[in-house]
């Protein structure tokens, strides 16, 4: 089997790397993401590690919504991302930093507009953002 050249950053390297309360770590951290940031490291960032950063930062970390989005999206800019699905991540990011929506609805709605998908929910502040 060959062996991938693409990293999966888990939640706590990104937040360590974000937050940089824990020097050691951070310090890895910061060497990993300066080598993602140049395209020199390949990583991919899953949904699910993107999901819990967001609940990490605002909720234990208490970073507010907009810092927390700005700097997530930052990091999916760096060269060495290659998630397939970066711009529907940064345009749901966006729109947790405007809305007071959960960020897995915001995914929802950005993968909504990206495909031209018909959303279904009972939620009606989803439905109004929807149609935005």
Do not use: H
């Not at 790397?17 to 390949?42: H, M, P, R, S």
């Not at 700005?70 to 529907?88: F, H």
């Amino acid at each position: 089997m060959k062996k991938s050249t693409v990293n999966l950053p888990d939640t706590n390297a990104i937040i360590r790397y974000l937050i940089k309360d824990d020097l050691n770590q951070y310090a890895t951290a910061e060497a990993f993401f300066t080598q993602v940031l140049k395209g020199a490291t390949k990583a991919v960032i899953l949904e699910s590690v993107l999901v819990e950063c967001v609940y990490i930062l605002t909720e234990i970390y208490k970073v507010p919504r907009k810092e927390a989005a700005v700097r997530l999206a930052d990091l999916l800019l760096y060269k060495g991302i290659q998630n397939r699905d970066r711009e529907e991540f940064r345009a749901a990011l966006s729109l947790f930093a405007e809305k007071n929506l959960d960020i897995v609805d915001c995914i929802l709605c950005a993968k909504a507009w990206k495909n031209a998908a018909i959303l279904f929910t009972f939620d009606e502040g989803l439905k109004k953002i929807r149609e935005r």
